[in-house]
């Protein structure tokens, strides 16, 4: 992925080129005409001059002639002969390419001519003038390769200002884009931007913490609609499963009416199991669990090990662990033990009959393995309501309950597939 100021100063290299490409024939055109021109002038100048001279002298016809012999043999690319007044000529210039007899080597030069009809002792004469051309054409070629010379300058100098732009002109671009990526939305804390010169840098600043302001105040209201909401469904939904208890209780039920409330209770106990969730995540959310001590983390793990034992013996489940003792960790008693007791549970709901379970707990990380088939998604496996397997009886919010703990405690939760095996493991930082 390439820089913007990169992209920009290829696009400005390629123009560059163009134009250079198009000024070459330009420059031949313009200077071409500019030369031909100066020609014309020069070679009307010389013809005039010739015409003056020779009818100033005033030389018979022999004297005439003798001088044309020698004007032909002395002045380069110049020629009068005489002609008849039938072929009287007008004036006319034109372009010819010959070779150039004062060379010692063979070339065909360009050269501009003039032909024009004089008057000499009441005779008409044709004298043509002729000069090169060929000086144009090696002006081209050094305005191209200054040209060209002034480019490479040109195309440094890009180099060099893109550098120092990238630094000085991005920089409160960077500053912005570097707060936004340290943004956490649950820190419930506004972004404050540094103030800059750029008329666009500071419109974005102040277009994100209008939107941050606002998506901190949704998720602030989101927070309490949900806490509030879990909070008083709890008394109605236990009141719900209290009568269902005695419903069940009853000795005239029918099989069948039985089985229908049986399986009403199971779906209350469920919503009443989610709800406690979301209550609990709502809590951890809005920092109720500030209070933090220092936890024999060994004997929590040993302890929450033997409140599951029933759990791990009705699946026939094998558990292999290794716990270091006296190891102690600061943190919420509370959450703790929840994190601890889902990662078992998990565990152990995921896990087949007769398969194993492993517990390692060290000074540096929690890990909890369970056998297993195929990989998880760990993209979304730790966000809300997202199901391991669709046989699964959780929630879908313990792993990210799990997660937020973690957050909460400055912890990491990672997941890894080896060797068959499904690998939680929990770094204490």
Known sequence: MKKLLNKTLLSFTIYSLVVLLASVPTYFYFIDAIWISELDENNELIAEKIEHELQKLEFNQTELNQSIILLNKIQPNTNLEKTNSENIIIDSNYTIFRKNPYLNYEDINRFRGLSKTIKLNEKNYILTVESNLEESSETVVAIAQITFVFLIVLLVGFLVLNRVLSVRLWKPFRSTLSKLKTFNLTNNSEIEFKKTTTFEFEELNIALSRLIKQNIQVYQTQKEFTENASHELQTPLAILKGKLSLLLQEKELTTNQYQIIEEM??????????????????????????????????????????????????????????????????????????????????????????????????????????????????????????????????????????????????WKVLYQFENNFHVFVVEFS
């Open 265 to 410: 209770n199971t779906t209350l106990t469920r919503i009443s199991r989610i709800n406690k969730n979301l209550l609990l995540l709502a809590k951890i959310e809005n920092n109720q669990f500030q209070e933090t001590t220092t936890i024999e983390i060994s004997k929590l793990m040993s302890y929450s090990l033997e409140i599951l034992e029933e759990h791990f013996e009705h699946k026939n489940l094998t558990i292999q662990t290794h716990i270091e003792p006296n190891l102690s960790k600061d943190g919420n008693p509370t959450l703790v033990e929840i994190l601890i007791n889902n990662l078992l549970l998990n565990a152990i709901r995921h896990s087949n009959q007769h398969e194993k379970v492993s517990v390692i707990l060290t000074k540096e990380k929690l890990k909890i393995c369970n056998s297993g088939n195929a990989t998880l998604e760990e993209k979304d496996l730790f966000n809300r309501f997202v199901k391991v397997s669709n046989s699964s009886l959780g929630s879908g919010l313990g792993l990210n309950i799990i997660k937020q703990i973690c957050n909460s405690h400055k």
